[in-house]
Nanobody, 117 residues
Framework: QVHLVESGGGLVQPGESLTLSCVAS????????VGWYRQAPGKERELVVS???????ESAHFARGRFRISRDNDNNELSLKMDYLEPADTAVYYC???????????WGQGTRVTVSS
């Protein structure tokens, strides 16, 4: 069974930085597309940034220049480094894994990020 566990969320002030992490198990990590999504209150879940096993990255416009993804295939870990956070970034952030063959998605439990003064 695919298992994804996020951590690192919390309360930060505008302009500050935060790093989220995701530990994966139960599948061959390097063979999957992995990434981060977020869902703000009352809104749909949206892609933040993702990467495949060859280092190809897709990212949302709001993430460019501020958010960076890091993939450690040796330790089955995924990180999201977020800089210059603003209130609009307030959301629950989810780690995700995608199997391109089966088209199945797996999700972590989410970690909440609140950006406020």
């Amino acid at each position: 069974q695919v298992h994804l566990v996020e951590s690192g969320g919390g309360l930060v002030q505008p302009g500050e930085s935060l790093t989220l992490s995701c530990v994966a198990s139960g599948f061959i990590f390097r063979d999957y597309i992995v990434g981060w999504y977020r869902q703000a209150p009352g809104k749909e879940r949206e892609l933040v940034v993702s990467t495949n096993g060859d280092g190809v990255i897709e990212s949302a416009h709001f993430a460019r220049g501020r958010f960076r993804i890091s993939r450690d295939n040796d330790n089955n870990e995924l990180s999201l480094k977020m800089d210059y956070l603003e209130p609009a970034d307030t959301a629950v952030y989810y780690c995700a894994a995608h199997d391109a063959v089966s088209q199945n998605h797996s999700w972590g439990q989410g970690t909440r990020v609140t950006v406020s003064s």
